[in-house]
């Protein structure tokens, strides 16, 4: 697509491979979004609070959350950021090694944008690099 907007990204997973490989995956398709890492839900909301002493992010972001982590879970940061007015809008997408529908309904119940198996988006992350390049081509993000 032409001229797409410029996006921010917060990848939230304590495995340091699979946010490795989101990484690299971004990069060899050419996606020119800012990336900023965060190993549970508690640093995510540091980040986002701006309270973080070496981390921040800018609007627009996207949020790739995984749901299985210490201290602070996908699902326990979601109930967090739903409840911040600063933060209701936040734009999340799952990427998690759970295929649980109950999971997936539990996610979707906090208002999540999309739910993805990391085995089922294709090698190397490949169908998730397409989805947030078409995504940030196709909708308008609050600044």
Do not use: C, W
């Amino acid at each position: 697509m032409n001229n797409p907007a410029k996006v921010n990204l917060l990848l939230v997973d304590d495995d340091d491979v699979a946010a490795e490989a989101v990484v690299r995956s971004l990069r060899k398709h050419a996606m020119d979004f800012p990336i900023t890492l965060a190993r549970d839900g508690i640093e995510a909301l540091e980040i986002l609070h701006h309270t973080h002493p070496d981390l921040m992010i800018e609007k627009p972001y996207l949020i790739l959350l995984d749901l299985n982590m210490p201290r602070m879970n996908g699902f326990e940061f979601l109930q967090e950021i739903r409840s911040d007015k600063k933060l209701h809008d936040s734009i999340v997408f799952v990427l998690t090694t759970s295929d649980a529908d109950s999971d997936k309904a539990r996610a979707y119940n906090e208002n999540i944008a999309g739910y993805m198996v990391k085995s089922a988006v294709g090698p190397q992350f490949s169908k998730l690099a397409a989805l947030l390049d078409i995504y940030r081509s196709a909708v308008t993000l609050p600044t």
